[in-house]
């Protein structure tokens, strides 16, 4: 097991031989598939540049990669020796250290109903368990082994990273961060806060019943200055008689069909 980007060694040994110029040849075996690495005194492959050979037959790899986790097969051939072929066999495992996983916190949950917190991670090799925390505290697998988690109802799987709860409580209202690791190392995102708030039916209601008397209020007020209740005018043209003055008698005369008034003078 080996970091990433270091130069590896990979030993292939000859403690004793008569042959001059031995054949020497390197393969990368994955996935059961065979391929050179070291063929007639050549880097091939996908090392062709990050390789080389130290005499007399070791491998030394620079700037290894995940990639080159494989086995590694070392043959040497030696036609005037007594034992004229031999092989060694090497399997090759590159670590890398997970990096920070990207979590996902709901941040508001109504008391009661379920809720799922998400965390994942795909660079790390070997691939990462997960680990969830709340307010600092690593929570157990099982609710039921800690005193704090107790009341608490959820299913943690480590092998994915989710942490679901069936049905939330006001003390899982928290911070919440998770952790990623291997063999390699570890790496955590940043905390999150969930926050667990009660359903009140009655302030509800009240909160309606204000919103809709505050929207009949202005509707009133605003059809007001717009005039919608205002009295209708009277229409036409009204005739209103004038006060009858002292000496003067008033009199409708046939042929003009109105009002004329004479004078008479007393004495």
């Known amino acids: ?8 060694e990979l030993s292939c040994l000859i403690e004793s031989i008569s042959t001059k110029n031995p054949r020497i040849e390197w393969k990368k075996i994955k996935d059961g598939e065979p391929s050179y690495v070291y063929f007639e005194k050549k880097i091939s492959g996908d090392l062709e540049g990050r390789a080389r050979i130290r005499e007399p037959a070791t491998l030394v790899i620079t700037n290894a990669t995940r990639s080159d986790s494989a086995s590694y097969r070392c043959e040497v051939s030696a036609q005037t020796d007594l034992k004229s072929f031999d092989e060694i066999l090497i399997n090759l495992v590159i670590r ?43 929570i ?16 943690l799987n480590a092998e994915t990273g989710t942490l679901k709860f069936s049905a939330v409580r006001m003390n899982d209202s928290a911070e919440y961060f998770c ?10 995102c940043g905390p999150q806060t969930m ?20 929207c009949i209020t ?30 003067v008698d008033y009199v409708r005369t046939e042929d003009e069909g109105d009002f004329r008034h004479k004078s008479s003078f007393v004495i």
């Open 179 to 188: 952790r990623a690791k291997n063999d390699a190392g570890h790496s955590e």
């Open 140 to 155: 157990p697998d099982d609710p039921k082994t800690s005193s704090k988690f107790i009341n608490s109802s959820y299913t």
């Open 218 to 247: 202005v509707g009133l007020c605003f059809a007001y200055k717009r005039g919608y209740f205002a009295s209708q005018k009277q229409t036409g043209n009204n005739y209103k008689a004038p006060a009858k003055g002292e000496g």
């Open 96 to 138: 890398v250290k997970p990096v920070v996983p990207k979590c996902a916190v709901p941040k508001s949950v109504p008391v009661g109903t379920a809720a799922e917190l998400r965390c994942v991670e795909d660079q790390g090799f070997p691939k990462s368990q997960y680990q969830w925390f709340r307010n600092k505290e690593e």
């Open 195 to 214: 926050e667990i708030y009660d359903i009140n039916i009655a302030r509800i209601i009240l909160g309606v019943l204000v919103v809709v008397l505050l």
């Open 1 to 8: 097991l080996l970091s990433p980007l270091a130069a590896i």
